[in-house]
């Protein structure tokens, strides 16, 4: 576990006594201080980079326009690893920092253990990509994220394959994961649902390279798509392992394939893969002026790079509505106001801390690079 320390823009780091929470010298002196939490090692750290580049480039542009309530922002990076433990960890070293906001974390796995910390500890959280259920439904006072949850990405994807796949062998697997399973069990819920049964259910082992036992069972169960609910890494050398036992299968998974390092792993094999996410954040006008500064740093800004900067952009508008940086006074703001304007459009918020309207649709791998079914 590593936590970094960023000042940006030659802002200097303030001692916590100076950052206690309501504290009028906090207002007065030094930068506040706010962080971004997720994998940046582990085989999800691709969706870790992506979390840092967009609150990076976010605070950056807080801080160019004067920051917050006349003060710099200054940036804290926590790396989970997406293991439950070290979120924990992660937490606690955070919240000893005097963070304001933790944008993050990315894994529910760790989301959900670590708002239990931040709570008590009196810190608020947005997540731009945990999409369990519980991480709001047990959430206190201080859970939010700009993403959908699983049981409405599970929904789509479970009709949808009802749907689109009369009459196929349909297997289900997972990895035992809170997202994972999460989403597995509310996609097989809405196939079922919509009368359709699938033929296997099972668990699989992350982090292993041979994954042909799993394969074979599927062959042998003439299967002809597989959803997987997991991460993008198991579901690349699935379907590449299953290719090469000559499986005309397709692959259908959820949001943590929207990375371009899931072709890197599957190659070929992933072409017409499918995954659900929402509409492509990139093509909305409210981002047009943030993308091109990202691509103008060479930065493509997929999958949750603008989700991270809308969290943080929901955040800072909050703060300066309540005129204060203090954690339930912004967190009671973003819930009774709004909606928010951010790069992905206006967005507002129920008393749980869940957007209000999200808006999966399905893409697809083809050449070697995803895009929105038509």
């Known amino acids: 576990m590593t936590i970094q320390r960023r000042a940006l823009l030659g802002a200097s780091i303030a001692t916590p006594a100076l950052l206690s929470a309501g ?5 007065a002196r030094g930068p506040i201080r706010i962080a971004v939490a997720g994998p940046l090692t582990g085989s999800n750290a691709t969706f870790g980079a992506q979390m840092r580049e967009g609150a990076t480039q976010a605070v950056t542009d807080l801080n160019a326009a004067g920051g917050i309530l006349g ?3 200054v940036l804290e990076t926590g790396d989970d690893a ?3 433990r070290q979120a924990v960890s992660v937490a606690n070293q955070l919240a000893g920092r005097q963070v304001r906001v933790v944008i993050g974390h990315y894994c529910s796995g760790s989301s959900i253990p670590a708002s ?14 945990s999409t369990n259920p519980r991480y709001t439904d047990e959430g206190a006072w201080n859970t939010f994220r700009t993403c959908g949850r699983d049981d409405q990405q599970g929904a789509v994807a479970g009709k949808y394959i009802a749907d689109s796949f009369k009459g196929k062998r349909v297997a289900i697997l997972h990895d035992n994961s809170a997202y994972g399973k999460g ?6 819920k809405a196939l079922n649902a919509a009368g359709t049964t699938e033929t296997l259910y099972s668990a699989y082992t992350p982090g292993e390279r041979d994954y042909n036992a799993l394969v074979s069972r599927l062959k042998a169960a003439n299967i002809d798509v597989i959803y997987v609910g997991g991460y993008h890494t198991e579901a690349g ?3 590449r392992q299953a290719k090469e036992q000559g499986m005309p299968v397709t692959l259908i998974g959820g949001d943590a394939l929207m990375t371009n390092e899931f072709w890197q792993i599957s190659g070929a094999a992933g072409e017409g893969t499918m995954m659900t996410f929402p509409s492509d954040p990139r093509k909305r006008p409210t981002a047009a002026e943030v993308v091109a500064r990202f691509r103008a740093r060479n930065v493509d800004p997929e999958g949750f790079v603008l989700y991270t900067y809308a969290s943080t952009q929901v955040w800072a508008e909050a703060a300066k509505k309540a005129n204060s940086v203090d954690p339930r006074r912004v967190a009671e703001t973003i819930k009774s106001s709004g909606p928010w304007q951010t790069v992905l ?3 507002s918020f129920d008393r749980k801390g869940d957007v209000t309207i999200p808006d999966y649709v399905f893409y697809v791998w083809k050449n070697g690079s995803y895009a929105e079914v038509a």
Do not use: H, N, R, W
Not at 183 to 188: F, I, V
């Open 183 to 188: 989403l597995a069990d509310e996609t097989k």
């Open 345 to 347: 459009g206006p967005i």
């Open 116 to 129: 239990k910390v931040y709570a008590e500890e009196g810190v608020l959280q947005i997540s731009p990509a």
């Open 237 to 239: 050398l699935i379907v």
């Open 71 to 73: 003060q710099q922002l």
């Open 82 to 84: 997406c293991d439950p």
């Open 23 to 27: 504290g009028a010298m906090a207002q």
